[in-house]
């Protein structure tokens, strides 16, 4: 009792020096002072005191609450009757209220009034509610005392406004304003708002926010529409009042225009709120939505919320001032307040978006309509996922939008690195469904998806958790044992990455890693180093106790391997050890951040690695295949550069004895044995003439080990030697020349004698004795001769980038080498069914691949002459002519040299059997290095002929010539297109091995598609400077002879070979800017150098802009048009010119020049074209012919006039002839233009959009004009059906003459309902073309039934159904327009393509009346043929077409 006295006291005090101008306080201090003497009960004979007594309340003076003896209820009820009985009622009431006044004058009376009464422990009152409510409370709810209670409420809350807390932690302006909370009734609403937002408008600024949140407890329903005006208007003049407004707006029933005006302008106020208000603004913006603004708003929402302003420098000044002052905790409680206000920011949008579907939608509309990539921000794409991960409704539509965002570039690896670094603290809540997406995305066939994909698993990796981190790399390693062959490399590529970015936290996932290597059979050898890499780095990278039981896993796993039967477990193990060595002996001058401080090896180290390859050696000596796979891994970490010198040194020794000793003999000591063809060295570059010549020992290791193996006993000399295989040999020497440009920086004198040495070979001419040979000496020559290749390619690969002008021109010698063992090797495979070359390409992937026996098969069985060249000039045909760009590849389709002798043979005239393609034999060729292609830079090269005194005795001149150059090109667009083609576009057929794509290029795929586009612009000059060579050639060609070329097998030869040279070279070009990867901000500066080359060619100076070098480009390539030698080379050139026009922002001046390019090209005479008739010529010209109807101005002219003009000139030509105009367009390419026609047409007019009524005029008769020209078209196209009556044209026809009556009903008759009136000859004029042909499309469904074509006759419903609509809707129109006399129906026949009717019919059906009027009845009679029509089907022969295969596309 005395504290609360005393503290009494004080509180007075505060109040005096607070507000000493207020007198009226003195005497309520007096009063508290004499009241709080005594705590007992207020003994007053006021009517006050005694009515509620009476009802049941004893009132307690001092600090004890009220006490209440009744129910509440009883106690309102008893007070009200007692009222509303008493003899002075109504002015009872007025002493009641006065008394009330006296009484609560006292602080401490009033503050018992404002808090809950004490319940008497009676049995009563127990049953009642469990609470008490105040007196105040209890007063308020009576209807009589209600209005005067709330007015003496209002008076007394001004003094307590700037008042502190009392001493006992009481606020007694919200003490007051919770009495008016939740009453049951209030009597006068309008009094009782006016009153409040009076009181608001006085109130310091602390009070009016707990004033303004306590509105929606107080008022009623019916004044939320006057409070939200009022708040509104405050919201205007006070700024920071608007986090309690919009709050409380949010709970009130308002009229949406006050909800959209407020919404606007907190919109413009939205850029510069504080961070902490901001969840409050949008739930207000979000709530405030409808349905038909939600886009707009949220649109205008995503521009102007910019977290990462708000959010990012607060947190660089945090951490500016921890660096300042670690000991201060402001900045981190600031860094807190923000993080828990973004993180309660996108609470509110989450359950906005989860409830709301209308906000979901709208916000992922927002988003895909934003097209530029700049415009975009971190908030979209925490957006999306947000969003992906609260409704699941919605998942296909963010999948959708994030795939079409990742594939034009709008988002990119920096925007997503930001939504991370920013907003991780969100999206760590959701990273389940970030990992769901990620894998979603790993699936794509998109390159840029899947990449995107990856990121995702990255960054969740990086900023989140350790058990984020953990479910990261369990989902990754999913992916790995998924065994699809793209989910694998990303992954592994992603874990790789990982392991370069925290190295610490991937050791602890570590035994997740692991466990991949049980399913190492499933991977490709590519993806085999990967996961050794990932794991050897993991182990060996530094002395770690958590690596070290992965050291040991690993040692056991490789050992096993190495020690196994299975000869592919024994390659992994290979692979594995090469792998691990290439981390345990790593180079310590790398850069890379896990090698940092180690020094070159120790002996110990150098003991571990040289003691693991002395196993592998010897695990693999017993297996030639084991053993070329151990060589060709080692040279590969060799030409890494990543092996320390004293490792590289041992290595280099071991293999140079190893080479000298197995593979290399002496010139003058010819093999002496029993051999089954004379030894002999051919091939030599030098004379030799002193007794220190060397050779390579081929033959005599090739029949040790085939002969000598099937004679059961070798000799004892054999016996005491290791055994040596021939197929280790490019192998060998391949590592034995890395090995020595590495100790040698570059040079290669120490063993510049094997480019020199001959072979110890023998007479490989076939001749008349291969008829006599054996099946067995045959393969044998054969397999010779795949070696001597193989010995020869990599000659070519060490010393292409000698500079020595001598070894230069040996090079060029020993690339024709390769080309005459090609032409003799092709004829010894076409008299060989079944041979199976030796390997050379000894990874995983090589294993089950065996080379196509059909070929050779054919070629015994083939037949000569006549018939035989017939055949050879369509698989020439077939062969020469890739398919679409897209798919055309190194597997089929394009020109080998195998395929350049079968034209030679073609035209010398001489019988010859069918030749075999060598692209068929890729894997079994060594792979030529990308430096190989630096020969393209030679031009003109001398080599010396030395004496044997080292004088020069004579020169000529050895120049790379068209075969070398092809073969080369051929080589070079292979690469090119299997590491820059999308996969995509080059998948693999399901019943093909998945690694069947990559055989041959195992070398190449270790180098990055930057790496090997960098490479190609760097040859990108001498390719131009071959490109124009060929130009010339073919331009002074065309000027010797008028376009004929000369008939002589040498002219006709040197003309195919400069065709296909060509024609690789165009390929090359458009691989290279087709490249996806140039979308890529980091790959920009590769492709302006790209362009650089290019627009150099025609205008030397400084650098020029982008767009500059766009149109010089284009410019450049465009010359070449005049001298394209075929059809398949345009095509190249077109599509080049349109990925170059397609990175212009010029790119309509540019589509003109390219439709006009693609014109010349159809009214081209291609030579021999109109006698191509295979599939490809056809997807060529249909190609070509799409890319002319797409790129020119009016595709409706272009159909006109192919359609009017070049076919009529076909239909009065003779059979074999072609269109004047048009000389591509033949009879037997006919179905090709009518399929495009027809196509494109149905294409143009869906692009007319369907006119309004409220359209101008001139629009109107605009789209009317082009609905016209469209009509016309369609007919045309329609009547040639009666010349060209074959399968696949009837086909086209059905398909597309429906689709076009669709588009014409759903655009076209919109545009005729409210155009009929003012043009009306023009409207029935368009019908009436429209009802002929329709009515021709009926006789068509009867001609498909006649003759019982299945193909045909499932169009013929949807068509039928179709022609229907159509009636009933021009019936519709001319009803509308008070028309209908100009309509009628009548029955139509069932007649055949020639119009004569279909007799099937009953005859009572065939006197039905066919009336022909030529008034505007005629439109509607056409179309209601289907309402009398009976189409009985008649027994007729199907229809045989040799074009059919032609509309594969339908």
């Known amino acids: 009792m005395v504290s609360k006295r005393r503290l009494s006291k004080s509180d007075d005090k505060e109040n005096l020096v607070e507000d000493a101008s207020k007198a009226k306080k003195q005497p309520l201090s007096k009063k508290t002072k004499k009241s709080h003497v005594h705590n007992e009960i207020e003994e007053n004979d006021s009517v006050f005191v005694e009515l509620l007594k009476t009802s049941g309340i004893i009132l307690k003076t001092g600090a004890s609450q009220n006490q209440l003896a009744v129910d509440q209820i009883v106690f309102q009820k008893k007070l009200f009757q007692m009222l509303r009985k008493h003899p002075s009622y109504p002015k009872i009431i007025e002493e009641f209220i006065s008394g009330l006044e006296s009484y609560i004058e006292d602080q401490d009376c009033f503050r018992n009034c404002l808090l809950s009464c004490e319940r008497l422990q009676d049995e009563e009152a127990s049953m009642g509610t469990p609470y008490s409510k105040s007196l105040i409370k209890l007063l308020l709810g009576i209807d009589l005392l209600q209005p005067a209670v709330i007015k003496i409420l209002f008076e007394k ?629 795949f070696l001597t290749l193989n010995w020869f390619r990599e000659i070519v690969n060490a010393f292409c980038q000698q500079t020595s002008p001598e070894m230069k021109g040996k090079v060029l010698t020993r690339l024709k080498h390769i080309m005459e063992l090609q032409k003799i090797l092709e004829e010894y495979l076409a008299v060989i069914p079944n041979y199976v070359p030796p390997l050379a390409n000894f990874d995983l992937e090589t294993l089950d691949v065996t080379p196509p026996t059909s070929t050779a098969a054919s070629a015994k069985i083939s037949q000569t002459g006549k018939k035989g060249g017939r055949k050879r000039k369509a698989d020439d045909s077939k062969l020469s002519s890739p398919d679409t760009l897209s798919k055309e590849g190194s597997s089929e389709g394009d020109p080998t040299p195998s395929d350049r002798s079968q034209m030679e043979k073609g035209f010398t005239g001489k019988e010859e059997k069918i030749s075999v393609s060598l692209q068929n034999y890729h894997a079994f060729f060594r792979e030529l290095d990308i430096e190989v292609f630096s020969i393209l830079h030679c031009g003109l090269v001398t080599k010396s002929t030395l004496d044997t005194e080292m004088h020069t005795e004579a020169r000529e001149v050895v120049q790379l010539g068209p075969p070398e150059l092809l073969f080369l090109l051929e080589d070079l667009s292979q690469k090119l297109e299997n590491m820059l083609t999308p996969s995509a576009a080059r998948r693999v057929p399901f019943f093909k091995s998945k690694g069947s794509r990559n055989v041959g290029f195992s070398h190449l795929r270790q180098r990055s598609a930057q790496d090997i586009a960098h490479c190609i612009i760097q040859l990108l000059t001498p390719m131009c400077n071959h490109l124009e060579n060929i130009h010339n050639y073919f331009q002074c060609l065309v000027a010797e002879n008028h376009g004929v070329v000369d008939g002589s097998g040498t002219k006709v030869r040197e003309y195919h070979i400069m065709s296909s040279c060509y024609q690789r070279l165009l390929q090359i070009f458009h691989g290279l800017f087709a490249w996806s990867g140039f979308l890529h901000p980091e790959n920009h500066n590769l492709l302006s150098s790209a362009l650089e080359v290019l627009a150099s060619r025609l205008e030397l100076g400084e650098q020029q802009p982008l767009e500059e070098m766009l149109s010089q480009s284009f410019h450049y390539l465009q010359n070449f048009h005049s001298s394209i030698p075929t059809f398949q080379c345009a095509l190249y050139l077109i599509r080049l010119l349109m990925i170059i026009s397609e990175k212009s922002t010029a790119a309509p001046q540019k589509r003109e020049k390219i439709a006009s390019l693609a014109r010349q090209f159809l009214c081209r005479v291609w030579r021999g074209g109109e006698k191509e008739k295979s599939n490809i010529c056809n997807d060529q010209l249909r190609s070509l012919l799409c890319i002319y109807l797409g790129h020119t101005d009016s595709v409706l002219k272009a159909i006109e006039e192919i359609a009017g003009i070049g076919v009529p000139e076909l239909i009065n030509s003779p059979k074999d002839a072609s269109s004047s105009t048009f000389p591509t367009l033949t009879r037997h390419t006919f179905v090709i233009f009518f399929h495009v026609m027809m196509a494109e047409l149905e294409k143009t007019v869906k692009s007319i959009q369907a006119g309004t009524a409220a359209d101008s005029q001139q629009v109107h008769e605009e789209k009317l004009l082009h609905w016209n020209m469209a009509v016309r078209d369609f007919s045309i196209l329609i009547n040639l059906i009666k010349v060209f009556d074959s399968r696949p044209v009837l086909h086209v026809c059905l398909k597309y003459g429906r689709q076009f009556v669709e588009t014409f009903l759903k655009q076209c008759m919109p545009l005729l309902d409210f155009s009929f009136r003012k043009h009306r000859e023009d409207v029935l004029s368009l019908l009436e073309t429209l009802q002929l042909d329709t009515r021709l499309l009926h006789h068509l469904c009867g001609h498909s039934k006649i003759h019982q074509d299945m193909r045909l006759t499932k169009h013929v419903p949807l068509l039928k159904k179709t022609l229907e609509l159509l009636v009933c809707r021009v019936k519709a129109m001319l009803i509308l327009n008070n028309c209908r006399e100009a309509f009628w129906l009548g029955n139509l026949k069932n007649r055949d393509l020639q119009g004569e009717e279909i007799m099937s019919q009953n005859s009572q059906e065939s006197t039905a009346d066919e009336s022909e009027d030529d008034t505007s009845s005629q439109v509607s009679k056409s179309k209601e043929k289907e309402d009398g029509e009976e189409d009985d089907e008649s027994d007729g022969e199907k229809e045989q077409d040799s074009d059919e295969g032609d509309d594969n596309s339908d």
């Not at 909800?259 to 207000?284: H, N, T």
């Not at 979000?286 to 102007?304: C, F, G, N, Y």
Request: charged content about 20%; hydrophobic content about 40%; aromatic content about 6%.
């Open 157 to 785: 809350l001004p003094e307590f406004l700037f008042e502190n807390e009392n001493s006992d932690g009481l606020n007694m302006p919200r003490l007051i304003i919770s009495q008016l909370k939740w009453l049951d009734k209030i009597v006068d609403g309008k009094d009782l708002t006016s009153k409040f937002m009076q009181l608001i408008s006085i109130a310091p600024v602390p009070m009016q926010h707990d004033f303004i949140t306590s509105l929606p407890e107080i008022l009623g329903d019916s004044q939320h529409a006057e409070v939200g005006k009022e708040l509104s208007d405050l919201l205007m003049t006070s700024t920071p009042l608007t986090v309690p407004i919009l709050d409380v707006l949010s709970s009130l029933q308002l009229d949406p225009k006050l909800l959209s005006k407020v919404r606007q302008l907190v919109m413009g106020k939205l850029s510069a709120v504080r961070l902490e208000d901001l969840p409050v603004i949008i739930k207000f913006i979000l709530h405030a939505l409808t349905t038909t603004d939600a886009v707009e708003v949220i649109s205008e929402l995503r521009e102007k919320l910019d977290l990462q302003h708000c959010i990012l420098p607060s947190q660089l000044q945090a951490s500016q001032s921890k660096l300042k002052s670690k000991g201060k905790i402001s900045s981190s409680n600031q860094e807190k307040s923000n993080l828990d206000s973004v993180i309660l920011l996108f609470d509110v949008i989450k359950s906005a978006v989860r409830y709301e579907k209308t906000i979901s939608e709208a916000w992922i509309k927002a988003i895909e309509n934003t097209a530029s990539g700049s415009d975009h921000k971190t908030l979209d794409v925490a957006m999306l996922l947000v969003i992906y991960s609260t409704n699941t409704q919605t998942k296909k539509s963010i999948e959708r939008v994030l795939r079409n965002k990742v594939r034009s570039g709008c988002i990119q690896e920096q925007l997503l690195q930001s939504t991370f670094y920013i907003l991780s603290s969100v999206l760590k809540d959701i990273c389940p469904s970030i990992l769901l997406l990620a894998q979603t995305l790993l699936h794509s066939l998109d390159q840029s998806v899947i990449s995107f994909g990856s990121l995702l698993y990255k960054y969740t990796f990086k900023f989140f958790d350790t058990y984020c981190q953990q479910e990261v790399v369990g989902a990754l390693v999913s992916h790995i044992c998924s065994g699809n062959d793209a989910e694998v490399d990303t992954a592994l590529d992603v874990l790789l990455e990982l392991v370069v970015l925290n190295l610490s936290a991937m050791r602890l996932n570590a035994v997740f890693v692991k466990g991949i290597l049980d399913y190492l059979d499933k991977l490709s050898p590519q993806q085999i180093r990967k996961l050794f890499y990932i794991l050897s780095t993991l182990a060996f990278s530094k002395k770690h106790a958590a690596s070290s039981h992965i050291e040991d896993d690993m040692h056991l796993v490789i050992r096993k391997q190495l020690s196994s039967t299975i000869f592919k477990y024994k390659l992994i193990g290979i692979i594995g050890a090469v792998t691990m060595v290439s981390i345990m002996a790593v180079d310590s001058s790398g850069s890379s951040s896990f090698t940092q401080g180690r020094t070159d090896l120790n002996n110990e180290q150098c003991t571990q690695v040289t003691s693991l390859l002395q196993l592998v050696h010897s695990c693999s000596e017993q297996s030639p295949q084991a053993c070329a796979l151990y060589y060709d891994e080692f040279a590969n970490l060799i030409q890494g550069g990543k092996l320390a010198p004293k490792a590289q040194e041992w290595v280099g020794q071991t293999v140079f004895n190893n080479f000298q000793d197995a593979f290399v003999v002496d010139l003058d000591v010819i093999p002496e044995g029993d051999y089954p063809f004379p030894v002999k060295a051919l091939y030599g570059l030098e004379e030799y003439n002193s007794r220190d010549g060397i050779a390579i020992n081929l033959l005599p290791l090739l029949f040790s080990q085939d002969f000598a193996e099937d004679g059961g006993r070798m000799t004892s000399q054999e016996s005491d030697q290791k055994l040596v295989s021939p197929l280790c040999l490019a192998s060998c020497f391949r590592l034995l020349r890395l090995c020595v440009e590495k100790q040698h920086n570059g040079s290669l004198e120490e063993i510049d004698g094997l480019l020199d040495c001959p072979i110890f070979l023998t007479d490989l001419e076939p001749g008349e004795r291969m008829q006599s040979m054996s099946v067995k000496e045959q393969s044998f020559v054969c397999s010779l001769i």
